[in-house]
């Protein structure tokens, strides 16, 4: 299988602090890799430095281009969509409007109404409600937006940093199976930060553990789940 992102040797800092140790991980070419860690691991500033949102050192290829520096518009124009941790939309703008915002920078060979119709195929509750304004959406349903809008770039990458976070479990099944779908059906490749172990590695093919800015850990999903460190700590068994 072939990369289609490759992260190599990534540190960052803020201020004088470094909060990333030489982080190195891959997204196969239709694959999904799931990155976890506790709390202050690393992974947002992972997925911001893919982005150029937080200054790093290192190396990024995405696609057999080197990304590395280029502008964050750049960034998502080639084809990388950022669904960022606290969900981001605009909540002054309905539903639908959100929607329209997440295709304006796609080279797609699909309509807008076509893109739409899909998204409120996957996502039901966004067509019910797709006049009422986003900041007035529950928690779960802002969420469903926000990875909705991501998908209207149609990206060939796709970044969801802790899209279960506040969910109630069925809400949390349904994000997943929907992340599953795009992949599977439509070949998008993600990369799935998570506290959410084991949602993480029921769709992911690779995994990394990030400790402290370090990655511990890296393998196939399949045998993370068997692996006893990440059983105890993470899986909770
Ligand atoms: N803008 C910032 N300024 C200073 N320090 C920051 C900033 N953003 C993050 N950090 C620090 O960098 C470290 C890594 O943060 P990061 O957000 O990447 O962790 P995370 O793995 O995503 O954690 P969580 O699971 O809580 O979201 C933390 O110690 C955090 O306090
Ligand atoms: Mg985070």
Request: proline content about 1%; aromatic content about 6%; hydrophobic content about 40%.
């Amino acid at each position: 299988m072939t990369a289609l992102l490759t992260v190599e040797n990534l540190e960052a800092n803020y201020g004088f602090t470094k909060v990333l140790h030489g982080v190195s991980f891959q997204v196969e070419k239709g694959g999904v890799t799931a990155i976890l860690g506790a709390n202050g691991a690393g992974k947002t500033t992972s997925l911001r430095a893919i982005c150029n949102m937080v200054k790093t050192t290192g190396d990024i290829l995405f696609d057999g281009q080197r990304i590395k520096g280029k502008a964050t518009e750049d960034i998502v124009r080639l084809g990388i969509s950022h669904v960022q941790e606290g969900r981001g939309t605009f909540e002054h703008l309905t539903v639908e409007e959100n929607l329209r915002l997440g295709a304006y920078a796609r080279k797609g060979k699909t309509t807008m109404a076509e893109d739409l119709a899909r998204m409120y195929d996957y996502f039901g509750v966004l067509k019910d409600r797709r006049k009422q304004v986003a900041g007035t959406l529950s928690g779960g349903e802002q969420q469903m937006l926000a990875v909705a809008r991501g998908l209207m770039l149609q990206p060939k990458l796709l970044l969801l940093d802790e899209p279960s976070l506040g969910l109630a479990p069925l809400i949390m099944r349904e994000i997943f199976h929907i992340v599953e779908t795009v992949n599977k059906k439509e070949g998008v490749s993600v990369l799935l930060v998570e506290q959410n172990a084991s949602m993480a590695l029921g769709i992911a093919n690779q995994a990394y553990l990030l400790e402290t800015g370090r990655v511990i850990l890296s393998g196939l999903a399949t045998d993370f789940l068997k692996d006893d460190s990440v059983r105890r700590s993470y899986l909770g068994y």
